[in-house]
């Protein structure tokens, strides 16, 4: 009995462990239908975790060319929003498939297929699955002149850390292509896309303040600073005040004698 339980589960190690030192290409998994084999994670999902994306997993990738141009490396950013909350060391992953060019990272690896480095796939490292912000920096160098429309395929899975494929561990799918260009489609710059629901929260701040309580003779300056603006400012309005009204009265009987002697000057006059 032991040794089957064992056999089983050497079988499916999806059940066992997970990916957090990268994923890609073919894969076998025990669905609820059975085992299920797919061709490539980055086009079929990541159907260890759920057998269907979720658009509550923002998968966006920033610095996209409207078209793509011989000879150019390209720099994305990817970066997964949205999903459960990690509560262990292992965050999220990725695994991404471009159809011509080839992609390298710092944070990602290429994937093994039959012992042999393909560079047209990249996923996550054990380290950088360990991100807390679930972000990658991703270089694309496109291919030779003439070979027209390039396709893209990008699985994104956001977990809650536990280290196991789970019910609560969510996942989507970005893909797009880009048409081959010239300078001047070069010169339009470049464009964020992204797949999911857009349903996006800022995140928590870091800082919350000072207490009130533990500022002491700070917070005392801070007061009497706005007590001297405040007296400061009572000053000149009391100021302008008096200059308006305080001497007014003084110049009413002389303004009542010069219209007195205007009219005995129209009288003299006639």
Same mark, same amino acid.
């Given at each position: ?36 084999d797919i061709d ?57 498939? =471009?159809?011509?060019? $080839? *992609?390298?990272?710092? #944070? &990602?690896?290429?994937?093994?297929? !039959?012992? +042999? =480095?393909?560079?047209? $796939? *990249?996923?996550?490292? #054990? &380290?950088?699955?360990?991100?807390? !912000?679930? +972000? ?8 030779? #002149? ?67 309580h533990h500022m ?55």
């Amino acid at each position: 009995m032991v040794l089957a339980l064992v056999g089983t589960l050497l079988l499916l190690p999806t059940l066992a462990s997970s990916y957090h030192a990268g994923i890609g290409g073919p894969q076998s998994h025990q669905g609820s239908t059975g085992q299920v084999d797919i061709d490539d994670v980055a086009k079929s999902g990541c159907l260890c975790h759920n057998e269907v994306a979720d658009n509550a997993v923002q998968v966006i990738l920033d610095d996209v060319p409207y078209a793509w141009v011989a000879g150019e490396t390209y720099t994305f950013q990817l970066q997964l929003i949205g999903g459960p909350a990690a509560t262990g060391t292992y965050t999220a992953g990725f695994s991404m498939r =471009v159809a011509l060019g $080839t *992609l390298a990272s710092d #944070e &990602a690896q290429n994937w093994e297929i !039959d012992g +042999a =480095v393909d560079e047209q $796939t *990249l996923t996550h490292t #054990e &380290a950088s699955a360990a991100n807390e !912000d679930r +972000a990658w920096v991703v270089q694309w160098s496109a291919p030779e #002149e003439g070979s027209g429309t390039v396709n893209f395929w990008i699985v994104g899975n956001s977990v809650n850390g536990d280290q196991i494929p789970g019910v609560e561990d969510r996942w989507n799918q970005l893909n797009f292509a880009l048409n081959e260009g010239d300078e001047s489609s070069a010169a339009m710059g470049t464009r964020t896309l992204f797949a999911g629901d857009g349903n996006v929260s800022p995140p928590e701040p870091q800082h919350h303040g000072v207490d009130l309580h533990h500022m002491g003779a700070k917070l005392r300056a801070h007061w009497l600073g706005l007590l001297g603006f405040g007296a400061v400012i009572g000053v000149i309005i009391f100021a302008g005040l008096l200059l308006r009204y305080g001497f007014s009265t003084s110049y009413q009987g002389r303004s009542n004698q010069l219209r007195l002697r205007y009219k005995l000057m129209r009288r003299g006059d006639q």
